[in-house]
């Protein structure tokens, strides 16, 4: 408890989950805005420190906290490397000041300021004790004597006790003995830029492409998975992620569609985990060796791309933890194991883990170790499948027990479940997850779910990741919409979220046909070979490398921060980012309808850009490379879907140089 | 720690106030809701109790969670005394209910059910156990036994394990064994009624009224006083608020008006404690005696009017703490003790409390004990003076100690501050506050200001109490507007906020001049003896009179829920109280124009007064007793001020009896 004499609560600190239960989430290398409110009572002056450090550190760091206006305070500091960190408040009155101002006021009166003097001249020599520094002792011993000093002229003493030089001194060395702090400190998971902001590219290293595919259909390595990367790098992707890698198991295995009946050569569903060539730290016998994974994921880190595995906590009937583990299992009164349900549906090919079952500590630890497992082979980003079907409470310890030893790992959560869920498994500490971005569809909306997701509380702890198709879902749109569709859904999620992805090739391949009744890929490579002929002509993966070259030249892309701004057309949707420094502005305006050309007034909230209000600008667009000179709030606006579904401007503000030559940064 | 088996997170619990750091306010007698929100993995059933207590006792009282959608739960329970609560959320996997549910299902789809039904019969059996009650045993043993029995129907099996029945018993029963709870319970602090709802009259009791002031002025006693509480009670008023009553300080006593030279006659501020005849503890002698004082509490509250003290935590320098504990003020360099500053202002007659001074522990104790001696004597109700100028957790402390032993008293914050205080100082404990009410005018004003005090997280902490005026503040309005904004501001305090209060004789008798440039009354009593015409046949008191009267037979005016309807004249403001029965519904338009009059549409929003979009209604002009026969969501308005600037109607329901008798409730 704090003394009776604290004077000063702490409190609505910023940033905080859930009342401090949780980390908030921020990023390495970008100065970290804390805030609060210091409440005190009277109209005495407050000052306070924000206080940081690594958690497991015992000393704190420390900024001064700078007032913003009805009683709140903030500092901010930069986060110098990955992991959990701690920060809180300490405030106290400022005695010091309080007095300085008053005697400014009264001297300024007329009033007889002989005993304020004195006053302020024992609060002086009394800071000579904290002084940091011999020469703040000296100033501030040098100070007490002149205000305490009778004999010394009255008008040079209140200069002295009111002077910005004694107010610094006195400043950086305050009483700070009555000090309050918050009750606990707060927790940070500070993360590798990678979990906030990153291109996303998943595809299925047993696949074929390019000339490949002219080739009779065979089952692809790793060795040959490599051959691809370059690809995927020119595309400008940060990420790639591969489907279950480990070997297929052969129970119950499903057939081409999703069928009931596989074939001996049916290669099965990667996420049928485990068979008897091993299971979640093995690699799948037909795609190479432990040795080509790691020397992939090196090829792909010499690229610039990291490699994503996915973590999917289930198993096949021919899972050694079945024979090895039974106690990890639910069992049916015939003793049988009890695989995955949906009642009436029943999916006899995947066993559940029990997470309520006694032995829940050492199957917690085991599952734990496969993730360090690929940790150690150099896999630092995770896809993890359904973790909205696995205890909350296991993903909290398991991630925190993987950061703990490799905080620069990222978790994917593959959530497409209820609000609150998806929101605690981000809790649990998953660096970021899927959205319902693939069901969003007007302006409404748009605006309303990124709202929520951009701003605090939710921004604090959740970060999204956009994805316009999966292996999972062909949504209803880019399957009866065409080009324009899949060109629109592109720029929406690379433009509105930091991290997007796709599944390709069937995205830039335009690929469109479902299986009939399903939301799903006909012929998926869930469940089959494919061969991909990635050099076709209409293929986009022009467009999406000239789009991840945008997000990575504007740092306004690289945060997800947004502004909305009206239009007067219901189809025009029209969005701005801006980056921290404010230099950078990007502004988007998209056509929703991809059947007609729309055309409307954009009416620019101009403060949220950062343009003045009478200032010319210039919207460059960036896929078309071409300029317009706007001004003012309200500018005009036409699409064509058929030519562009948007525009994608960087606002480049007028500069008028001392020679009178006008350019635009 | 919770078990790793608890599979449940209870989470976005209300209410609560800072994440559980300060107790969440409620009044005795009412039902009390709370609700949280139960996240769990995948798609099992959820179950949970909500759990509660008077703090200091053992055993939890139990209500079962009822879903509210989107993974909220919540329910409700009666607190039965007034003090400290506390409550909690327990809450677990409802195995039984999953499985039934699945059960259900896969019969109506044909599937062979028998292994499942032994897996159900090994649950219910389970169960008996936990049964409460012989025959709740019975049942369960039943159940399991048909369920477990092959050679017993199927149907009658599937029926015995589907039925609501053996589904109540279940869940009357349920398995908590891997229960989650919140980390910490939720504290309440359980008020009486008056703390939320209650019209206040302040006066002066050294002051003539009526008859008597047709006399020579002199100072009125207690005795004297107890005359005039007919005339409060008649007015309605539920609480009767006296400056304070202790001996008035002679050194630096302000004269009339605020001058700074009294004369010998002088009566001085009763807010300038303490005197050699006494300090907080003591009763003015020209007041009475403390027997005088018990006398008038108690006349007072067989009139159903309790008397609020006023609680000014300063002294005059003739105070006797000033001798006995100069330990509890702060010196100056010369040893003087320092009196109240604002530079370059001097209050010389007020010395205030060093609440950071070494001896801060003996000063706290006693004013705390200020406190319970005038509990002691009777008084519930302390109006405390400038709370904002004395230390934070000082309130804390003081008012939980008081509670403790006087869990009814309730704590008026006559504080006007930074908005951040004034919400600190109801954490602090402060029943209800004074507000910025006073300076609120516009329609816009008033719906943002009220939209913020009437919802969370305002309202769980923050009760308001809306002045028109006190003896520090003769706001402008009132000094040029005349009757129709004496009465337009009575109406919209006493409608808007459940506790209003006013200063009389001034309102009801219209003062209206001020000290030339303060927004404060002339000759004000504060400073000198007055005597009020209180028959005066203009007094706003009959109109008073039947506006609290109106207050207490409608109990949607007993609380601070509030809804805002549209009007398109920006002098209309129309809003609308309903209680929670929602049988009665209060709806009140304003014209904000004193000067003119204003006629226009209000635009309902009838879900929000719980009328049916095509349900005739009639509003009841409860001022007037005028009745208008309204429909649907778009009525006509018009209030001339110089009649009356305000309508006050209760919305009466139509009802057509078995008999098609219309008759309206």
């Given amino acids: 408890m704090q003394s009776g004499r604290s004077r000063v609560i702490v409190e609505g600190a910023a940033p905080q989950v859930d009342g401090g239960r949780y980390p908030a989430k921020r990023v390495v290398g970008e100065p970290i805005d804390c805030a609060c409110d210091l409440v005190s009572d009277g109209h005495d002056a407050v000052a306070g420190r924000l206080l940081y450090r690594r958690a497991g550190t015992k000393e704190w760091a420390e900024a001064p906290l700078a007032p913003r206006g009805n009683d709140r305070f903030g500092a901010s500091f930069l986060a110098t490397s990955t992991g959990r960190w701690e920060f809180t408040f300490e405030a106290w009155i400022d005695h010091f000041t309080t007095w300085a101002r008053g ?23 009394a800071a000579t004790a904290r002084a940091k520094s011999l020469v703040e002792n000296e100033a501030l011993s040098r100070a007490a004597a002149l205000l305490g000093d009778p004999a010394m002229d009255l008008h040079a003493r209140v200069a002295q006790a009111t002077s910005p030089e004694l107010a610094r001194v006195m400043a950086d060395n305050p009483d700070r003995s009555h000090a309050s702090r918050l ?9 590798p830029k990678l979990a906030r902001f990153g291109a996303w590219y998943e595809f299925f290293p047993r696949s074929s492409v390019g000339r490949a595919s002219l080739e009779p259909l065979r089952h692809r390595t790793l060795r040959e998975a490599e051959e691809r990367l370059p690809y995927v790098a020119d595309m400008g992707f940060d990420v790639l992620y591969l489907p279950p890698i480990h070997p297929i198991g052969r129970a119950y295995r499903k057939g081409p569609n999703n069928t009931l009946t596989a074939g001996p050569d049916d290669v099965g569903s990667p996420w049928a985990i485990g068979a008897a060539e091993g299971g979640h730290k093995a690699v799948h016998p037909e795609l190479g060796t432990l040795d080509d994974l790691r020397r992939f994921v090196a090829r792909a880190r010499s690229l610039g791309i990291e490699v994503a595995l996915d973590v999917a906590f289930q198993v096949s009937p021919d899972h050694p933890y079945v024979k090895e583990h039974p106690e990890w299992f639910l069992k049916r009164p015939d003793g049988s194991i009890q695989y995955a349900e949906n009642p009436p549906k029943k999916y006899q090919d995947v066993y559940p883990f029990d997470f309520e079952c006694d032995a829940w500590e050492s199957l917690w630890t085991e599952l734990t170790s496969v993730v360090t497992f690929w940790a150690e082979q150099g896999v630092r980003v995770f896809r993890v499948d359904n973790p909205h079907t696995k205890s909350l409470r296991f993903w909290e310890r398991c991630i925190a027990e993987v950061k ?10 593959e959530a497409f479940t209820r609000p609150k869920l998806m929101y605690a498994l981000a809790k649990m500490g998953f660096s970021q997850s ?4 693939t069901w969003r569809h007007t302006k409404e909306e748009f605006t309303e779910y990124l709202r929520e997701l951009t701003r605090p509380p939710v921004s604090d702890f959740f970060r999204p990741n956009f994805w316009p198709n999966t292996p999972d879902i062909l949504p209803e749109h880019l399957q009866y919409g065409g080009r324009p569709v899949f060109v629109q859904r592109l720029i929406l999620a690379a433009m509105m979220s930091a991290s997007y992805g796709i599944y390709g090739p069937p995205f830039e391949l335009m690929e469109h046909v479902a299986r009939p009744g399903a939301e799903e890929y006909i012929d998926n490579e869930k469940f089959q070979l494919r061969s991909w002929d990635v050099e076709r002509p209409d293929s986009l993966a022009g467009l999406i490398g000239k789009v991840n070259r945008i997000r ?11 502004s909305f701004h009206h239009t007067d057309n219901p189809h025009l949707l029209c969005f701005g980012k801006r980056d921290a420094s404010g ?14 050309t729309h055309a409307g007034w954009v009416e620019l909230d101009l403060p949220a850009l950062g343009v003045q209000p009478h200032e010319r600008y210039q919207v460059h667009d960036l896929l078309a490379d ?8 309200r500018n005009y606006v036409e699409l064509d879907p058929r030519v562009t579904p948007a525009h994608v401007f960087r606002i480049r503000k007028h500069v008028r140089t001392e020679h009178d030559f006008e350019y635009f940064l």
């Fill in 103 to 125: 005697l400014a006021k009264k001297a300024a009166a007329q009033q007889d300021v002989t005993l304020d003097l004195l006053t302020g001249a024992k609060m002086v020599a």
């Fill in 183 to 191: 009750d606990e400190p707060l927790a940070l998971t500070i993360d």
């Fill in 404 to 413: 703990a030893q490799y905080p620069d790992t990222v978790f994917l959560a």
């Fill in 434 to 437: 899927y959205t319902y971005f």
């Fill in 552 to 562: 990575r030249e504007n740092p306004a892309l690289h945060d997800n921060r947004i």
């Fill in 583 to 596: 230099e950078n502005v990007v502004l988007c305006v998209v056509n929703l309808d991809t059947n007609h």
């Fill in 626 to 633: 071409a300029r317009y000179q706007w001004s003012g709030t």
